[in-house]
């Protein structure tokens, strides 16, 4: 499992005395960030847009290796930007050897990063899921402050009652992580997920306001060709419903049939459903990470249950964003509430079209068809 890392120049760490050839230690307290998901990429810099010059910075990134490029170019100033892909668990006990060269590969990683760091300020931004940063979370609680801006705001039910698979998944957990886990369901997952006792380590609740004014310091700029550019982010999926070709069909063919250009952000890894490709339309690379796009221009942001929409709508609160669930079936209405739930806790703002018609009236109240004076948020 290769790890990425960057490390800041020597001279970052040290420098030399004006009166000695004696280098000066950099003695300013640590900041260790953990990029956990690519929807934290803009708290993250967030964090060492305020941190940078009276921290030293190192920023781990868990699971998402693709960003280890981006955040090494837009934080130059961190001391390492270290990037850790996550491993591939079966929980199941059937597999006690790869249960344990699992174990081994947590160890290691503790003891190789984080052994002997004290005083540090420690940022994470999810006490749910994500296990392999909770064994690092533990261990770091023992002399360190942990900062916690939980930014899932779905409701999470502890397990009250366990299946025997249920069961061993926890002790594997418990036993990986080295703390006591527990588990939990949400709406929109079908299955148990792990959940960190923040509490049982100290870990202090903290908020990180995300600014337009910082993120224009690292977004890349995508030019609108006209004042009715839309991005569509799209992705390939069948937990959409089977009627999902023929609707996002019929939301292409309406936003060109009114003279809108179309710009097509594809998943990272999925890419986009090919069916699109029959239609008159603009592309972004998929690999772009849509934290950082600027989209002085559009006019309006689309996606169906993304994340994106709520990063975008954080970083550029004029803008209109509109979700698109509500015209797809998902495997249940519980699920879709869950991601209604899950996409209004990350920002209260999006706004969700039931068909073409509501979309269109939407995109109507964008910033670029009214008069001044007239207010520029979607109601």
């Known amino acids: 499992m290769p790890i990425l890392e960057q490390s800041a120049p020597d001279e970052m760490r040290t420098v030399l005395s004006r009166d000695s050839a004696e280098p000066i230690i950099d003695t300013r307290p640590l900041a260790i960030v953990f990029c956990q998901a690519s929807m934290q990429t803009q708290y993250v810099l967030s964090v060492y847009a305020k941190k940078r010059q009276t921290h030293r910075i190192r920023i781990y990134i868990i699971g998402v290796t693709s960003l280890h490029r981006i ?155 006209s004042k009715k550019s839309i991005l569509l982010f799209e992705v390939p999926s069948p937990r959409h419903g089977c009627e999902y070709e023929g609707k996002m069909r019929s939301v292409i063919e309406a936003l060109l049939e009114h003279g809108y250009t179309v710009f097509v952000k594809g998943h990272p890894r999925l890419g986009y459903s090919a069916f699109l490709d029959e239609y008159s339309l603009q592309y972004l690379e998929s690999s772009l990470p849509a934290e950082l796009l600027s989209l002085k221009g559009f006019c309006g942001v689309l996606g169906v249950a993304t994340t994106c929409l709520a990063t975008i709508k954080t970083a550029n609160p004029n803008l209109p964003v509109i979700s698109l669930l509500d015209m797809f079936s998902l495997e249940s209405q519980v699920e879709k509430e869950g991601f209604r739930e899950y996409l209004t806790g990350l920002n209260p703002n999006i706004h969700f079209a039931s068909d073409v018609q509501s979309l269109l009236r939407a995109l109507g109240r964008s910033p670029s068809h009214l008069p001044a004076g007239t207010p520029k948020e979607v109601e």
């Not at 249960?99 to 984080?114: A, G």
């Not at 300020?121 to 392999?132: G, H, I, L, S």
């Open 71 to 225: 955040l090494r170019r837009c934080c130059p100033d961190s001391e390492r930007v270290i990037s850790i892909p996550y491993p591939k668990l079966s929980t199941s006990t059937r597999n006690p050897l790869h249960i344990f060269r699992t174990k081994q590969l947590v160890s290691d990683l503790i003891r190789t990063h984080f052994e002997g760091i004290n005083d540090a300020e420690v940022y994470y931004w999810e006490n749910y899921f994500d296990w392999f940063t909770f064994s690092f979370l533990s261990g770091l609680s023992n002399s360190n402050k942990l900062l916690c801006c939980q930014l899932d705001k779905s409701t999470f039910t502890p397990l009250t009652s366990k299946s025997i698979m249920e069961r061993l998944t926890l002790f594997v957990y418990k036993y990986l992580t080295g703390c006591p886990v527990t588990l939990v369901r949400t709406k929109r997952m079908s299955y148990s997920i792990p959940h960190f006792p923040a509490e049982r380590y100290g870990v202090k609740n903290c908020e990180v306001t995300v600014s337009p004014e910082t993120m224009s310091m690292f977004q890349e700029s995508v030019s609108a060709p």
